[in-house]
């Protein structure tokens, strides 16, 4: 597919980081991090293209673009913000502009850093398909839904501390499990599972005692990114009644580097699913098209380097909007801050091939995945690497995400 806006920059056929996109991240370079976009292969460092005129008015200082994280940059909102992002695609889109390659640094010069500082972090469960194949396997089929799930997004505070960037080696987390008619034991978990997940990040504070409106909730999203939300499936069977998931959760979770802005993301809106029974008034929105057709792929790198690509689903198939998430989290008053993460819960289509998790996939272990080195997988063995991919396309338009990847190794 031909890029229809050009550059001065060379952007490989296939490139996730095309003129559409310009995400935001941060990249150690140097002695320094930096706030960083990325076109083609090239990484942009936002502080040096600072010193032309292309953020001219702006207000930009090298104490929010030489950092650490996102935060600083993100609390500046969107009307700083969004004509950065516009401003660097016309920079870049103008032939004149080419002696200011000094802004640019190769891809693999620098290290791509956790994009943002989180505070907190609330993971979803807001797939149909998921929560009915979920609720089919472990309880009765005809009552796959718990009474509450059409009428809310369902949530739980993760741990924000372990989460890391793509490229980070996970170990097998160890805790306990309960066999079948024996006393529990303690080990490491041998039901290791990924999620495939997309993360959005606040852009914008709130107090305490305040709700976002369902219909400004898009006023407070900066971006998405990819989220792995690894999961210990035996550990996570024994612990989580009463009050939910814990060790086999909060042992790793990955996010990807870049964020990639809703401005970006506005070509690729589709309409949000009909929701039966009707929802309360505060998670109704004017706008019906709070849903994206991101492409989403999950490979699975075996040790001898063979790539099989698990899984192919869509953030589609998401019942609750990441709207009505937010909208949901704060109705009761909870506060929110730059740099919290949300995460969607796993994503799984109708069909067995897109489904988003390994229990799922499996079918609990009974219908093991054929890898093309001969071996096969009912859940992540040590020494694989999970990767993560989304995209979109339409028309002449194109962008990606980038992988969200991470090696599981033995247990400690």
């Known amino acids: 597919m031909t890029d229809t806006k ?25 002695e320094h991090a930096y706030v960083v976009s990325r076109l083609g292969d090239q990484i942009i460092i936002l502080a040096h293209l600072n010193k032309t005129s292309c953020f001219e008015g702006l207000g930009l200082s090298d104490d929010v673009l030489i ?32 002696q200011s390659s000094e802004c640019l640094v190769p891809a693999n010069e620098v290290s791509m850093l956790l994009p943002v500082e989180i505070k907190d972090y609330t993971d979803f469960y807001s797939s149909r398909q998921h929560a009915t194949n979920i609720g089919t396997m472990f309880r009765d089929p005809a009552n796959a839904l718990l009474p509450n799930w059409l009428h809310l997004p369902v949530g739980y505070h993760g741990r924000a501390s372990s989460i890391v960037v793509s490229g980070t080696d996970i170990h097998r987390p160890k805790g306990q499990q309960k066999p079948a008619d024996a006393p529990p034991v303690f080990g490491s978990s ?20 305040d709700s976002v409106d369902v219909n400004k909730a898009e006023d407070y999203i900066f971006g998405l990114a990819l989220f792995n939300d690894w999961s ?3 550990i996570q069977k024994w612990e989580y ?3 939910g998931p814990f060790l086999g959760k909060n042992f790793a979770s990955t996010l990807s ?5 809703l401005e970006a993301l506005e070509p690729f809106r589709i309409p949000s699913p009909m929701q039966e029974p009707e929802v309360l008034d505060y998670l109704k929105s004017s706008n019906t098209n709070m849903h994206y057709d991101i492409e989403l792929y999950v490979d699975i790198e075996t040790p001898n380097g063979d790539v099989n690509t698990i899984s192919t689903s869509n953030f589609q198939y998401m019942y609750w909007s990441m709207c009505q998430q937010l909208a949901h989290h ?10 919290d993460l949300y995460a969607s819960g796993t994503i799984s289509g109708n069909e067995p091939g897109s489904y988003g998790s390994m229990l799922e996939l499996s079918w609990r272990g009974t219908k093991p995945l054929k890898m093309k080195d001969g071996t096969e997988r009912k859940f992540i063995q040590d ?25 599981l190794l033995p247990a400690k």
């Open 6 to 30: 050009h550059s001065w920059v060379e952007i490989p056929e296939g490139s996730d980081f095309t003129m559409y996109n310009f995400p935001f991240g941060i990249a150690q370079y140097q």
């Open 232 to 234: 210990a499936r035996d």
């Open 190 to 209: 041998k039901l290791l599972d990924f999620e495939l997940e997309m993360g959005f990040i606040v852009g914008k504070a709130t107090e305490l005692g």
């Open 383 to 407: 020494e694989d690497t999970l990767c993560l991919r989304g995209k979109c396309e339409k028309g002449n338009i194109r962008l990606g995400f980038g992988d969200c990847k991470g090696k």
């Open 257 to 261: 580097p870049w964020i990639i802005t």
């Open 330 to 339: 704060t109705v009761n008053g909870c506060n929110i801050n730059v740099g």
């Open 241 to 243: 009644v009463p009050l």
């Open 67 to 98: 950092s650490r994280s996102l935060n600083d940059f993100i609390a500046l909102g969107k009307g700083i913000t969004v004509p950065v992002r516009e401003r660097m695609i016309s920079y870049f889109g103008t032939a004149s502009n080419d």
